[in-house]
């Protein structure tokens, strides 16, 4: 799996267990792209690796900005 690019948008959820953010889906959300996800799904967290459902209302698109501290 690739590490997201600065700048670039995801589509993401928040881990029910650490509280981190992980993405749904590996690559970019293209500017205007509808994404559709029918119903809940079982997500595992890329940080924790807690495993949980996770509605569609759950999921939102961020944009990716540098690190605090980091250029």
């Not at 939102?60 to 980091?70: D, H, L, N, S």
Request: proline fraction near 8%; include cysteine.
């Amino acid at each position: 799996m690739s590490l997201p690019k600065r700048g670039n948008k995801y589509l993401i959820v928040v881990c029910k267990s650490c509280n981190k953010g992980f993405r749904v889906l590996d690559r970019p959300v293209q500017t205007g792209e509808q994404i559709n996800v029918s119903g809940p799904q079982s997500l595992t967290c890329r940080g924790c690796g807690h495993v949980a459902s996770y509605d569609p209302s759950e999921m939102q698109t961020v944009q990716i900005g540098p690190r605090p501290g980091r250029e």
